[in-house]
């Protein structure tokens, strides 16, 4: 067996070794490699597992910190340089060399429209106080409405029936009764006297030709057509509807204006038309006449009659 064989022998001559040296039975032995204390009988490091006669080397007492793999020596190096940083303009993120605002959105100036192109070239006058003429307020209208002068919304087709049910169409009977009335006040007041001047300028005579009778049925109708046309254009009822009960309303149900009573007047002085649209007033269901539906309006029952 040679010398360099790391057998039972070596490990014979070690343990008489240490057992002769007594600072080796003090200090015991050490792997070279990782520090660890030896048993004089192992074979192997219990911590690095190498074998001890692997180096051929006899096995010597080695010191509690040695320059082995598990605590190697380290040099400190220098810290790496910074590395360059990317601007924005090459593709990067790092450091911005302008301020983070956000570009105009027009570079050029001439794109730019300016808010004095569209200024009126000048305010428009305001009317002074005095100026300025109130409107008159209807009757029963309160005074702080007038400065809130708004169209009515429009109907539903439930409230337009509702205002129906409410504002019913004048039986003929009472329309008949009004109609009788205006002409005793238009025979009173235009015909007779016209008939009194006839007949002082024609003396006790009385022509009995026909001409004579169409001229006094013309002279009636023309005076009972003023005597009609001048109540409309004020917007108030002849004397025989206000006697009958009666009012002028719309459709809608809303009260009737001047020019509604202007209209069924003009309508009224045609007799062909007045006579077939009185007539077909009294064969229909709603009771109205040709002047009504032209002019969206009728007569109703006014509340103090009913």
Not at 263 to 282: E, S
């Amino acid at each position: 067996m040679g010398e360099k064989d790391w057998g039972s022998h070596g490990a014979g001559r070690q343990t008489a070794a240490r057992r002769a040296d007594p600072a080796l039975r003090r200090h015991g032995m050490r792997c070279r490699y990782c520090g660890a204390e030896i048993h004089p009988r192992q074979a192997r490091c219990a911590r690095c597992q190498r074998r001890l006669s692997e180096s051929g080397q006899e096995l010597r007492e080695v010191p509690n910190y040695v320059h082995g793999a598990l605590a190697p020596e380290t040099a400190p190096e220098p810290a790496p340089a910074s590395l360059r940083r990317f601007t924005v303009a090459e593709g990067g993120a790092g450091a911005r060399r302008r301020p983070a605002v956000q570009p105009p959105l027009f570079p050029s100036e001439s794109n730019i429209v300016g808010l004095e192109d569209y200024r009126p070239a000048g305010t428009p006058r305001r009317r002074s106080a005095a100026s300025r003429r109130p409107r008159p307020a209807a009757a029963g209208e309160p005074s702080w409405q007038i400065a809130f002068d708004f169209d009515a919304a429009p109907l539903t087709p439930r409230e337009l029936e509702e205002r129906r049910e409410r504002l019913r169409a004048a039986p003929l009977g009472r329309r008949a009764v009004a109609c009788v009335a205006d002409l005793a006040v238009a025979a009173a007041v235009g015909v007779l006297p016209f008939l009194i001047a006839v007949r002082g300028v024609l003396g006790a005579s009385w022509p009995a030709d026909r001409s004579m009778g169409l001229a006094l049925g013309a002279c009636c109708w023309v005076i009972l057509a003023l005597y009609h046309l001048l109540f409309a254009v004020s917007g108030r009822s002849t004397l025989g509807q206000q006697l009958a009960g009666l009012r002028l309303v719309t459709l809608e149900g809303r009260p009737g204006e001047p020019t509604h009573r202007v209209a069924r007047v003009l309508f009224y002085m045609i007799p062909p038309a007045c006579l077939m649209g009185t007539a077909w007033a009294a064969v229909t269901e709603e009771r109205f006449s040709w002047a009504d539906q032209i002019t969206r309006t009728y007569f109703a029952t006014s509340a103090r009659r009913s």
